[in-house]
């Protein structure tokens, strides 16, 4: 879209970025914003407003300052820093949905120019919808953390630099039907940490994350597809061999969070992982359905009820 050009009510589009030409330079907020970004992936402007809540008193400026983040290409890093990824349009009725939006390469630009900073984006692979998922899963963990005093998220990032690992880790399982083994890497789609405070000291907790939008088969006759059922092998041997202590340098115990977008397919998971490990149980596999990310995708809000199944 030109410069200036506009739709038949005056409008800019919500698609295509147009530069009125005014002078944009990153503030403290907008850094905040970009931060977290890089951390969780794109976000919709709800999660990003609740991130920077003490620092405006109006959404809608707040909305508008995204708006020229987007917009404006007359900054001091060479371009907008805002993207509206183009997968959030294809959706019914998407011009009344709140926008979503990513880096442009200027954000990271300025981010780098901070002091000690060695921000990158997340590394993101897949279908676009299924990485959204996943920003917005731990985005409104680190939401609910920030309402809680007894409570610190632990980003990603964080805890993959300290080890000096990758997301990526091998498994060896065993197919249950043939008996034949196989190595297959498990990769979660993301992981992070809580630390609980109390009178007698921390205390820490860390999450795989796994998000479901039924795309994949609970079971399989094909044990190289990925499937719920291999899930759980991996993740049986990944938890109950201390396999993540060596990977991810870690001491405190970990649990695996399961977001699906469907109530039936919840159930049915739940109901492998009972039949998985019998009268031994598992508690450290944990449920969780947000229907926004259903067969009719909804942006959403921040999931605050997410946290409370974290215990």
């Known amino acids: 879209m030109s410069q200036g050009e506009r739709d038949l009510?005056?409008?800019?589009?919500?698609?295509?970025?147009?530069?009125?030409?005014?002078?944009?330079?990153?503030?403290?907020?907008?850094?905040?914003?970009?931060?977290?970004?890089?951390?969780?992936?794109?976000?919709?402007?709800?999660?990003?407003?609740?991130?920077?809540?003490?620092?405006?008193?109006?959404?809608?400026?707040?909305?508008?300052?995204?708006?020229?983040?987007?917009?404006?290409?007359?900054?001091?890093?060479?371009?907008?820093?805002?993207?509206?990824?183009?997968?959030?349009?294809?959706?019914?009725?998407?011009?009344?949905?709140?926008?979503?939006?990513?880096?442009?390469?200027?954000?990271?630009?300025?981010?780098?120019?901070?002091?000690?900073?060695?921000?990158?984006?997340?590394?993101?692979?897949?279908?676009?919808?299924?990485?959204?998922?996943?920003?917005?899963?731990?985005?409104?963990?680190?939401?609910?953390?920030?309402?809680?005093?007894?409570?610190?998220?632990?980003?990603?990032?964080?805890?993959?630099?300290?080890?000096?690992?990758?997301?990526?880790y091998p498994t060896r399982i065993t197919d249950p039907a043939t008996g034949y083994e196989y190595d297959k890497d498990l990769i979660p789609d993301a992981i992070f940490g809580l630390e609980y405070h109390s009178g007698a000291g921390s205390r820490f907790r860390f999450f795989a994350v796994e998000a479901d939008r039924a795309t994949e088969p609970a079971t399989s006759s094909n044990f190289n597809r990925k499937s719920f059922q291999r899930h759980l092998l991996q993740y049986q041997q990944y938890i109950e061999h201390g396999l993540y202590k060596q990977h991810l340098s870690l001491t405190a115990p970990m649990l695996v969070l399961n977001v699906t977008s469907d109530h039936i397919r919840m159930a049915k998971m739940a109901e492998l992982t009972g039949q998985h490990f019998s009268a031994a149980g598992c508690n450290y596999q944990l449920f969780h359905c947000w229907e926004d990310f259903g067969p009719v995708f909804c942006v959403p809000i921040p999931n605050r009820p997410l946290i409370n199944c974290l215990g």
């Open 9 to 168: 009510l005056g409008r800019r589009s919500r698609l295509s970025a147009s530069s009125t030409g005014k002078r944009v330079s990153p503030t403290t907020r907008d850094l905040l914003w970009f931060f977290k970004i890089a951390e969780h992936g794109p976000l919709p402007s709800s999660f990003l407003l609740e991130y920077s809540r003490s620092s405006h008193k109006s959404d809608k400026r707040a909305k508008e300052r995204l708006t020229d983040l987007f917009n404006e290409d007359n900054t001091p890093h060479g371009g907008p820093y805002l993207i509206r990824p183009p997968q959030q349009f294809r959706t019914i009725d998407s011009r009344y949905n709140q926008l979503v939006y990513d880096l442009a390469p200027a954000a990271l630009r300025a981010l780098l120019d901070q002091e000690g900073s060695e921000a990158t984006k997340r590394a993101r692979s897949g279908p676009w919808l299924h990485s959204f998922m996943v920003s917005c899963i731990t985005s409104s963990i680190e939401l609910g953390c920030l309402e809680c005093e007894n409570l610190t998220y632990i980003p990603q990032s964080s805890i993959l630099a300290r080890a000096g690992a990758e997301l990526r």
